[in-house]
């Protein structure tokens, strides 16, 4: 999704401070607020211990020296190492104090966006890439803990030292205070010209490492499709055109700031130039000491190195809150009805009887426009426990829809959905996904071990783990694998085949031992043999509970209490397989297609 200008939305960038955002952040602060004031405190300390070197040159030089005093010499070099040491150590705890502070608020909202995204439903991720949304959890998370360890109280420190250099400055001597505040300006406009610059070349570097992203995920899931048809040059030339564009964005943002330093560094340069050129008259007519001077050049530069940092922690902290503008933004999206106080898995309810279910004139659409498609229009259906409804139809007459709605991914527009006589927008989501087993079309596998995969964390036995996949007959398939029930899977389930993978969701679902069964072609990606087995299995667990199925292969469904012919989402027939065949209309057309490509397969040699 990209913006009227062509930047990409998780690019653009807003006001570099935002209150209401501030306040925001400052929720997950508060209960880490000891390590923010022990931050401070080192800041501040180490910003005192800078002023330690340059009062202790001023005495050597005035003091120690025109006497001849080595003792006086000595204990200040002693106090000049200890001071330096204690500003190290301020250092290193200050640095890992704030490090921690950061990991932990990444930490409580990393947590906190996965368990809300877990709650969202299903329509939002139909309207936002994944991409975009893994984004929000790493790269933006990350953001804010660069604010934390690097910004804010960094940044705090920066101007408590700004303010104890030049209250120092002041006390020592305000003339030449005055003098080195006069290269400030100059300071400020080179700052200022180097944020903005370096504000559009990073949100240029973010929207090209995009591109490339998006570009990657593309093509590594097509792979095949790139190697069959031999785009591998091709593609490889398109890829080098993104990567030029984002190097040539990266060296434009090190012109930027090749630039910046050097421009700094001469301003203080002229600045302490000037500083030695005014005092010198002074100096000569004894007004003012050389340890004096020297110990205002060390200010000086201290004065100067902070004005430096800031300019970059004013990037830090917008970057900062236009991340914190899209984590919010994901975290207000609105959780699906009935899941916004579910914190963990709930316990599936096991071994109960069947459940009746109703549709009631049934009409959705996808969308909210009003020209939309209707996808169903007033479908009305009732199976009981120990019955069997089927779907069918041709693709995209919408038999996974109702199982979608029936599972409340969506919500219907008009018509009410019914389970056990109760609408289930009245039910928690929770407790309604508890009673069913679901066997989808496109099958997904945790990448974990088998046993981890059949249980989806339901407190089920081993053996009742391998009772459940020897009724489909995936223990043959399980017993094949290198570690058994232990044997990891790969992505997505990808170290085993299609049919593997559906004999394995098969049992899934047999061992949560739902009151409703929904199959989604179920059956579609394996073989005669396999398939029978499971119809077997079935046979038996559909005993006493109600199942729904949709299905591409009408041999499958022959059985069933009832079936429900859908075109262009109306219910064009309903019967038993006997009755619909004798009416020679859809389904009986259906029917024999089929039944005739199986015939002209059977018949084509080899």
Do not use: C
Not at 379 to 390: C, K, M, N
Not at 475 to 482: E, F, G
């Amino acid at each position: 999704m990209t913006s009227p200008g062509g930047i990409h939305e998780e690019d653009a960038l807003g006001k570099a401070f935002d209150g209401r955002l501030a306040r925001r952040l400052l929720t997950y602060v508060r209960p880490h607020a000891p390590l923010v004031a022990g931050a401070l405190v080192l800041l501040m300390a180490e910003g005192a211990l800078q002023l330690v070197p340059p009062l202790l040159t001023r005495r050597v030089i005035d003091v120690a020296i025109p006497a001849r005093d080595a003792g006086l010499v000595r204990t200040s070099a002693l106090l000049l190492v200890g001071a330096l040491l204690a500003q190290v150590a301020a250092s290193y705890l200050q640095t890992l104090i704030t490090g921690t502070l950061g990991q932990r608020v990444m930490h409580d909202l990393r947590r906190q966006l996965f368990a809300h995204l877990q709650r969202l439903p299903v329509p939002f991720f139909d309207r936002n890439p994944v991409g975009r949304l893994v984004t929000r959890v790493t790269s933006d998370v990350e953001s804010l803990n660069e604010l934390f360890t690097s910004g804010v109280v960094a940044g705090i420190g920066d101007l408590f030292t700004l303010l104890a250099i030049t209250g120092l400055m002041v006390a020592v001597d305000w003339r030449l205070a005055v003098a080195a505040y006069l290269v400030v300006p100059g300071i400020l406009l080179v700052s200022r010209w180097f944020r903005r610059r370096v504000r559009t070349e990073y949100r240029e570097i973010r929207t090209r490492l995009a591109r490339i992203n998006a570009f990657l995920q593309e093509r590594l899931a097509g792979m095949r499709v790139v190697q069959l048809f031999g785009r591998e040059a091709h593609e490889a030339g398109r890829f080098a055109a993104i990567d030029r564009a984002h190097l040539d964005a990266h060296l434009r943002s090190v012109t930027v700031y090749a630039l910046y330093f050097p421009l700094i560094e001469i301003l203080t340069t002229v600045a302490l130039a000037f500083l030695v050129v005014a005092a010198a008259p002074r100096v000569e007519a004894g007004a003012l000491t050389v340890g004096t001077l020297a110990a205002f050049l060390q200010l000086a530069r201290r004065f100067y190195q902070p004005l430096q940092d800031l300019s970059d922690k004013y990037n830090t902290l917008q970057q900062a809150m236009a991340s914190a503008e899209r984590i919010f933004g994901l975290l207000d999206a609105p959780v699906a009805e009935g899941t916004a106080g579910v914190t963990a898995a709930a316990p599936r309810a096991r071994g109960g009887a069947g459940v009746t279910v109703a549709f009631e004139d049934v009409w959705f659409r996808y969308g909210d426009a009003e020209d939309a498609p209707w996808v169903l229009r007033g479908v009305s259906f009732v199976v009981r426990p120990d019955e069997t409804l089927a779907l069918v139809g041709h693709t995209g007459a919408g038999k996974t829809t109702i199982i979608s709605l029936l599972l409340r991914f969506y919500e219907p527009q008009r018509g009410r959905i019914t389970l056990g006589g109760r609408d289930i927008r009245a039910l928690p989501v929770e407790e309604l996904r508890r009673v069913v087993g679901y066997v989808q079309q496109d099958i997904f596998l945790f990448a974990t071990d088998i046993a981890g995969n059949i249980r989806l964390g339901a407190p089920l036995t081993d053996a009742e783990v391998r009772a459940a996949a020897a009724q489909v007959g995936a223990d043959r398939v399980i017993a094949r694998l290198p570690e058994g029930y232990a044997h990891r899977l790969g992505e997505r389930g990808a170290s085993v085949s299609v049919g593997e993978r559906q004999l394995l969701s098969f049992a899934r679902a047999i061992a949560a031992d739902p009151a409703l069964l929904l199959l989604d072609e179920a059956t579609s990606a394996v073989d005669s043999e396999v398939e029978a087995e499971i119809q077997r299995a079935l046979s038996i667990l559909m005993r006493g509970r109600t199942t729904i199925a949709v299905a591409h292969r009408l041999s499958t469904i022959t059985a069933a209490t009832e079936i429900l012919v859908l075109h262009h989402g109306e219910v064009r027939e309903r019967g038993t397989h006997r009755a619909l065949l004798a009416r020679r209309g859809l389904y009986s057309r259906l029917y024999r297609l089929q039944a005739g490509e199986l015939e002209t397969a059977i018949s084509v040699p080899g």
